[in-house]
Structure formats: structure tokens, C-alpha cells
Nanobody
Framework: QVQLVESGGGLVQAGGSLKLSCVAS????????MAWFRQAPGKEREFVAH???????YYSDSVKGRFTISRDNAKNTIYLQMSNLEPEDTASYYC???????????????????WGQGTQVTVSS
């Protein structure tokens, strides 16, 4: 497991943008599969975007075309650029890491072994 610290959340109007960051501990960040999830009040945590150690990138249908995930392995950091935000994007956003070699479904919570504390994103209409 690794420690993950998110930042960058806040309050923004609909149509606006925010950029989230997540810094990971450890010296082998380039071998981690990383992802962003989000959780709205009363709802389950849901997949947002994934960046694999092999440069694969995946998005949920709800954010495709509006959000961009990227990583800087030299800084042990993963980013989520969010544009054209909608009130439905309001949630706590969590950074997650899969640091092992176990195969699994990158779109599910269970595959990840490390989680950040979350950062709140609120989009007003």
C-alpha cells in the first residue's frame, strides 16, 4: 500500500473547470495503476478515470470528453482535469492506486489497495 493525498477540490459554477492532483508515496510510482473515483451523498463510489502503468487510459461514459486524466511519474502525481462541469459532478473525489500484480477489473473499487482521503468538488447551477 501507498499513501495518497488529493488536492484541488472546491466550489465552481456549472460550465467551469477544476484540476485535481494526487501525490503518491513510494519510489515505484511508474508501476502503479492509478484511478479517480467519486462518491456523491447517498450513492456508491463510482469509477471516473483510470491511468494504467502501461499508458492505458479509460473513462466512464459520464465524463468522457469533459475530463482528462494524466500522470507525471517524475513527481509521483496523477491529475484529473475537469472541464464543462455539471451539478451532477458534485461529489467527493478519491484517488486510488493498485500497486500489486493481481489481475482484476480496473473499473471496480475492490481492485485498488490504496485510497486517498478525498477532496470535495461542488458544482453550482
Amino acid at each position: 500500500q501507498v499513501q495518497l493525498v488529493e488536492s484541488g477540490g472546491g466550489l465552481v459554477q456549472a460550465g467551469g473547470s477544476l484540476k485535481l492532483s494526487c501525490v503518491a508515496s513510494g519510489r515505484t510510482f511508474n508501476t502503479y495503476n492509478m484511478a479517480w473515483f467519486r462518491q456523491a451523498p447517498g450513492k456508491e463510489r463510482e469509477f471516473v478515470a483510470h491511468s494504467s502503468r502501461n499508458s492505458g487510459i479509460y473513462y466512464s461514459d459520464s465524463v468522457k470528453g469533459r475530463f482528462t486524466i494524466s500522470r507525471d511519474n517524475a513527481k509521483n502525481t496523477i491529475y484529473l482535469q475537469m472541464s464543462n462541469l455539471e451539478p451532477e459532478d458534485t461529489a467527493s473525489y478519491y484517488c486510488a492506486a493498485h500497486t500489486g500484480s493481481r489481475s482484476g477489473n480496473a473499473f471496480t473499487v475492490d481492485w485498488y489497495d490504496s485510497w486517498g482521503q478525498g477532496t470535495q468538488v461542488t458544482v453550482s447551477s
